[in-house]
């Protein structure tokens, strides 16, 4: 079965700095998908980025970014001029199949300081 | 158009009674998620329906819980016989099309079921 591992429990960061939060799963496959969502107070899920295992491109949008190790089954989320509005739980998944295969990590809980 | 809508948002129950909570997914997706969030914890697998598809039931933790999606729309999952562990943030996501492993899931708010 596939496993997502999230090392950090929480995280802060200065408003304006960056921050990196580490992802890394377990799996045989070789084509599969992995994402990053975010959970603020609110507990409203949101999709903050989407990477195709079969790309090595690393996806990007705005200030989030990925860098995606697939040999060494990491993928790390790069947050650029953290904002206050960062400050949330981040859930790094794995989603290979349908039902049962799409699994989460146990997240890291960002604080953005002013 | 309108997001994923959960109800009720809260629901304090005592141990041993049966709840319902409900899912309206956004029109038009065909797959929906059920998921449970201890207090926490990441998200737990429950149950997954695709379209007119028997639905994938392998996370559900016991024969208490089931879930039910109506004309492929609005989704019910309940819990029979409450117990204090079942306590946890009950979250419900739609995807479109097949609800392939690509695909967006767009969540609900969620349930907040508290066991007395």
């Known amino acids: 079965a596939q496993t997502v591992t999230q090392s950090q429990p929480e995280m802060s960061v200065q408003e304006a700095e960056t921050v990196t939060l580490s992802c890394t799963y377990d799996?045989?496959?070789?084509?599969?998908?992995l994402f990053w969502y975010k959970q603020p107070p609110s507990r409203q899920m949101i999709l903050v980025i989407r990477?195709?295992?079969?790309?090595?491109q690393n996806a990007t949008e705005n200030r989030f970014s990925v860098n995606f190790q697939k040999a060494a089954k990491s993928f790390s989320l790069k947050i650029s001029d953290s904002q206050l509005g960062d400050a949330a739980m981040y859930f790094c998944?794995?989603?290979?199949?349908?039902?049962?295969?799409?699994?989460f990590g146990p997240g890291t809980r960002l604080s953005v300081l002013p | 158009g309108a997001g994923v809508s959960q109800s009720p948002s809260n629901k304090v129950t005592e141990k041993g009674k049966d709840v319902e909570l409900r899912c309206d997914p956004i029109?038009?997706?065909?797959?929906l998620y059920w998921y449970r969030q201890s207090l926490g914890q990441g998200l737990e697998f429950l149950i997954y329906?695709?379209?007119?598809?028997?639905?994938?039931k392998s996370g559900l933790p016991s024969d208490r819980f089931s879930a039910e999606r109506t004309g492929g729309s609005v989704s019910t999952l309940t819990i029979q016989r409450t117990q204090q562990e079942d306590s946890a943030v009950y979250l419900c996501?739609?995807?479109?099309?097949?609800?392939?492993?690509?695909?967006?899931?767009?969540f609900g708010p969620g349930t907040r079921l508290t066991v007395l």
């Open positions: 996501a739609s995807s479109p099309l097949a609800g392939g492993p690509g695909d967006t899931q767009y």
């Open positions: 799996t045989s496959e070789s084509d599969y998908y």
């Open positions: 990477q195709e295992a079969y790309k090595q």
């Open positions: 998944a794995y989603g290979r199949n349908y039902g049962q295969n799409f699994v």
């Open positions: 029109s038009g997706h065909t797959a």
């Open positions: 329906f695709q379209g007119n598809s028997a639905p994938d």
